[in-house]
């Protein structure tokens, strides 16, 4: 029964590739039992995030072949949603009911502006922070990739929308506290748990949502449209000659990396009690695109790791007197080695290292069969 | 990618490396410990080492570092040794709030001294407030905060304003054009001068805000020309105050006639921009460093001792050098078992040290500090002349702008 066999193998591969998600994802959720320490699960926690974010990123980047150098936009977008959401709920506490939010009242601004109003439900916002995202990067996406926009200019368009939403946050004072950012927020609360910035609660929802984007991510790249969108990085035309519509799909895996990312960008606030401009920075956007790159593109767990490898060494350095003044050139450093020689990143290394290891077994295994029809052959 | 044993080896080693570099970090067990334990008290020092405000933020870092490092020298507080911790948040408000929480909840630190710009002290409130631990922020700001977790030894608007606005009208006259860079901080500022000048008749020709980090002034330099103010009353902060000094010279206009009044540029942004560029600009803060007491003389001659001779303090720095005296003063009140964040911010209120500047003290209402307004002139030496000097110290009203509220030891309080 041949169709059986392949049927089997096929799931065989499936569990083979689930494999490394699974275990990551266990040991995310083990971490709090090993690690007895909320400050550190804490901090934990936020490179959790980042490694969502960079896991927006390896989908578009890796299997879309799409190098959105201004992800931290999406990013940016879900913070500032959530952060509205928690602001709104300081309001009656702190300067009544029918209150503004306190950089409002140093703007002089009269009521709370029509785009605010949404955000007194938590729903609306928690939607607002994936939906958003989503619909700028589709019509972004509808632009470019109906124009057959390639490349390097992707990536300066990409690049250059999140500068010009990041100037108009911090231009626009009134409505988005501009450079301070929208501080002073209230705990979320979801279904009765209070999700407290330093508690486990916090952590868990964060590795939680670990999981889920790595399954999305994950069963969108063996979806019939992941393949497609895969078949597209590796050669455009001949897809569209095939009679695909390849903006579409395009578009789509644009929008649904940008989702992700908002979804990321949601946790943040929560994780760090703040929004600010910073989080649609250049800085953290090109941060994210490197530890794509260590981590290994073409693979969402070696995304994730690169992430909270890398951000990890980068607290853990900073943070240890001998590397106080140096850091950042140890981190620099370490950047051009892994590029030198280790081009498919972290993941890549993984990979050879166990098709390494598997094809010694065999070459010993062979010896060894070859040993034993030597010997028949001798008797 | 094929793969030799050769290369192998290579990679893993750098792996090895990279993994080794970040695993210490992980094993630091948090100890339980009191705040005050064998002999040491851990404070945090937060400012950044690297990133765009690098340059000004390590000045800060120099001078709370001399501050330990002298009261260390003459026996600590009480026989213990305060332990600074130092942390570099990179000029980035998410690493100053993470680095905060290393301090406050990691290192159990029973205070820290941090942050220059206010984006950065707004990004680490949460983490004080929750953690009822104490911040000490030495930069003037635009007031409006009223947190029992900051004590504030730079100047609110009141403190640089109040004497300044009226001596730059009777000075020079009575138009005004407001310059400043686009966000919370500047606009503040304005909207305290335009309160004063609404009392003494004066009249803004234009208010003009610049993005962060903008370095091309000729737009508002031909506005300035058709608009001919009498002065030019700038809160432009970093590198735009570079600019804009160079430009104006370059476009030959006079500061005797039509000066500059600034309430950021210090003899660190002079020295950036070279002393011709400032020569005739005025100035209003706490403190310079050409101020005649023996308190400041021996600060600058042990600032350049300990850091270089060619390093200037200014009036920044200086908060960052008595704030910390008055952290030791107010440690040396409480008994060991009681030495907490909350009880050195009340054994703090209401304290007075004698700093470079002059006494200053701590406004037990809104733990903002009661300072020395001056009046200074820029020198092509890069350095100042100090030409007024209040008479008296002079309050922080940190909502001096907003008639009807006050910060109180209750908290903020409207009368309506």
Known sequence: ?379 | MSISRRTLLRNTAALGAFAGAGLPHIWIKNADLAYAAGGEIKVGVLFSLTGTTAIIEESLNKATLLAIEEINAAGGIKGSKIVPIVEDPASDPATFSEKARKLVVGDKCVSVFGSYTSASRKAVLPVFERQNNLYWYPTLYEGRECSKNVIYTGAVPNQQQDEFVPWLVKKFGKKFYLIGSNYIYPKEENNYCKKLLEKLGGEVVAEEYVPLGHSEFSSVINKIRSTQPNVIFSTVVGDSVVALHRQYKAAGLDPEKMPMASLTTSENEVAAMGGEAAAGHFTSAPYFMVHKSPENEKFVEAYKKRWGADKVTHFVSEACYFQTYLFKQAVEKLATSDLTPPNIRDAVKGQEVTAPQGKVRIEPENLHTWLWPKIAQAKSNGQFEILVEAKDWLKPVPYAAYPGQSCTEKGLVEKS
């Open chain 1, 1 to 379: 029964m041949p169709s059986n066999a392949s049927n089997s193998s096929g799931l065989q591969r499936l569990i083979a590739q689930l494999a490394p998600l699974l275990i990551v994802s266990a040991l995310v959720f083990a971490l709090p039992v090993l690690l007895n320490n909320d400050f550190l699960l804490n901090k934990v926690a936020r490179y959790l995030v980042l490694g969502i974010l960079t896991i927006s990123l390896g989908l578009s980047w890796g299997f879309g072949g799409i190098l959105n150098l201004g992800q931290a936009m999406s990013f940016g977008l879900g913070s500032y949603a959530m952060a509205m959401a928690l602001k709104l709920k300081t309001v009656p506490v702190h300067t009544g009911a029918s209150g503004l939010p306190d950089f409002m009242v140093w703007n002089n601004v009269q009521h709370l502006p029509w785009f605010w109003e949404p955000f007194r439900s938590l729903s609306f916002a928690i939607a607002a922070g994936l939906i958003v995202p989503a619909l700028v990067a589709a019509a972004l996406g509808w632009f470019m990739f109906r124009g057959r926009v390639t490349g390097v200019y992707v990536s300066i368009i990409t690049l250059a929308t999140m500068v010009v939403i990041n100037l108009v946050i911090i231009d626009q004072q009134s409505y988005t506290g501009g450079f301070n950012g929208i501080t002073d927020l209230a705990q979320l609360e979801l279904f009765g748990v209070a999700f407290d910035a330093y508690g486990r609660a916090t952590y868990y929802l964060v590795a939680g949502c670990v999981l889920l984007s790595l399954l999305v991510a994950f069963a969108f790249t063996k979806s019939r449209a992941g393949l497609i969108v895969q078949a597209i990085r590796d050669h455009e035309s001949r897809v569209r000659y095939f009679g695909y519509d390849v903006a579409l799909y395009q578009i789509f895996v644009f929008a649904l990396s940008a989702a992700i990312a908002g979804l990321a960008g949601m946790l943040y606030t929560v994780v760090m009690e703040f929004a600010s401009p910073t989080f649609l920075g250049v800085q953290l956007s090109l941060s994210v695109v490197v530890w794509c790159a260590v981590g290994g593109r073409q693979s969402l767990v070696g995304a994730f790791l690169g992430a909270v490898l890398v951000a990890g060494m980068q607290g853990a350095l900073s943070e240890s007197a001998a590397f106080l003044e140096t850091w950042t050139l140890v981190m620099g450093a370490l950047f051009v080695l892994v590029v030198l020689f280790l081009p498919k990143g972290l993941a890549g290394l993984a990979q050879s290292t166990w098709r390494w290891v598997a094809q010694r077994r065999q070459a010993a295994g062979g010896a060894v069969a070859r040993g034993v029809s030597q010997t028949e052959g001798s008797t």
